[in-house]
């Protein structure tokens, strides 16, 4: 559909082509230095003394929590997480041999309450991940708390989030409260290198487990050899994939974050219009920003009472494609997908009023830099006339 405004777009230009580019022209499209160059601006980035550019998020969250070798062959491990994030987050729990408990939201920021992470904790849980929804920082300082208090991990899932701050004004990657940090460059995302994801850490002995995990858990670093009978050799240390970003990837990862500030900068400019415009209909409810924190906004969220409106969901969402503009659900709650409602229904069974009263009125509605003034104002014309209500 011709001028269709989809809920996200990457923006590549010709700084970025030209990234791209030059990795062709070299001499290595992989494993080269444009990872290491990747990694090094992330790091600046965020503070944090440790980066691995990873194939993507997925996979990030993955490797991230072998790292903490907390494998069960019994399935004894308990980790907690939100029902309210995309199905990567729980998974990498089942993939790692740990048993997903969820914990339901905050009402009003989305993401997962530190009061019911609290009642969710037992003697077999070690982990904890919370996802800075939409990009709002989760509340760190009462995790980390949690978490000391009963000797947890915390692995953040920041995929939402590059170029968010916490309340206290560190970036969202310092890694200053977790042990470990994912970030997501899915074009939808802020910035973009196609696909792919990085983990910050500050903690040395994590760092050198998740390089050889990003390699099929392969070294080739004499200090971490057993033998070294010459300079071919090299040792499978870990059980893993192949978990590596390309330099094609990593040159334009790069280059966008060299226009992370303006990407942010117009993100911000699109949500203040959006909020002005709906903050008063009462048919719906606009994001909801803790105060202190400076929230670079991956997604805009409003909830909508599709009751009062006397429509469904998939009306809304038809009558506003038809109008050229894209929406989307984030997310179906975890815990309600079939596998998980076969395979773990024990903790299924418990209600989560708060992720289930948002999902059945949640719409994520366009919020890209491109945007031009005027789809910004034909976005927010349309929604209002959809959401009034019939006559």
């Known amino acids: 559909m011709y001028n269709f405004i989809p809920y996200g777009k990457q923006w590549i230009d010709d700084t970025d082509k030209r990234a791209v580019l030059s990795v062709l022209e070299s001499d290595y499209l992989t494993q080269g230095p444009a990872i290491e160059q990747f990694e090094n601006a992330i790091k600046e980035l965020t503070s944090a003394k ?9 996979q990030g969250l993955h490797i991230a929590v072998a790292a903490l070798e907390l494998f069960k062959s019994d399935y004894t491990i308990e980790s907690i997480t939100t029902p309210m994030t995309f199905v990567a987050t729980a998974n990498c729990l089942i993939t790692n041999g740990l048993v997903p408990v969820f914990a339901d939201i905050d009402s009003r920021t989305y993401n997962i309450s530190p009061n019911e992470i609290e ?24 995790i980390k708390h949690i978490a000391d208090n009963h000797s947890l991990y915390i692995i953040e899932d920041a995929a939402h989030a590059i170029g968010s701050f916490y309340a206290d004004g560190k970036p969202i990657g310092c890694c200053h409260k977790s042990d470990m940090t994912v970030f997501s460059f899915h074009p939808v995302k802020t910035i973009t290198s ?12 994590l760092y050198k487990r ?3 995990l990003r390699t099929i858990g392969i070294t080739k670093d004499e200090k971490e050899l057993n033998k070294n009978p010459g300079p071919w050799y090299y040792e499978m240390q870990f059980l893993s994939g192949n978990n590596r970003m390309t330099d094609i990837q990593a040159a334009l990862g790069r280059s966008q974050l060299t226009k992370l500030d303006s990407f942010k900068k117009r993100r911000r400019e699109i949500v203040n219009k959006y909020n002005d ?3 008063d209909n009462p048919n719906l409810i606009i994001p909801y920003e803790e105060n202190g924190l400076d929230t670079c906004f991956h997604l805009y969220v409003l909830q909508i009472d599709f009751e009062k409106i006397g429509k469904t969901r998939k009306q809304v969402m038809e009558e506003l494609k038809q109008k050229g503009i894209g929406t989307q659900v984030h997310y179906i709650p975890v815990n309600s997908q079939p596998y998980y409602e076969n395979k773990y229904g024990k903790y299924n069974a418990i209600n989560f009023p708060n992720t289930e009263s948002y999902y059945n009125k949640c719409l994520s509605i366009p919020l890209f830099p491109m ?5 910004i104002e034909n976005v927010c014309k349309n929604i209002i006339s959809v959401t009034e209500g019939l006559k």
């Open 50 to 58: 440790y980066c691995v550019a990873v194939s993507n998020a997925t």
């Open 119 to 142: 009642k969710k904790i037992t003697a077999k849980t070690k982990l904890i991940i919370p996802v800075d929804f939409a990009g709002q920082a989760v509340d760190i300082d009462s």
């Open 194 to 205: 196609g696909e792919g994801g990085a983990i910050t850490t500050n903690n040395e002995i």
């Open 210 to 212: 998740l390089l050889k």
């Open 277 to 279: 415009t709906f903050r």
């Open 371 to 375: 945007m031009s003034d005027e789809n």
